[in-house]
């Protein structure tokens, strides 16, 4: 697997965490991932979508 197909696994993955609605301890647990991986990724796409957002002049406040 390339970087931008895992990148665009794990963004897929956050979408949809965020639309269930169970915490991420769950979440993993339901999906067998290890919650450190879960959140590192987590980390790493929330820092890039604030780099890309900043670069457009967005405020983050609209992320959060």
Known sequence: ???AELHASWKKRMSDFEANGLS???W???QEIPLSQFRYWR???RSTRDATSSSRGCP???FF
Request: charged share 35%.
């Open 28 to 30: 993993c647990a339901d």
């Open 24 to 26: 991420g301890s769950q």
């Open 60 to 62: 983050k406040s609209l």
């Open 43 to 45: 980390r790493k796409l």
């Open 1 to 3: 697997m390339t970087r």
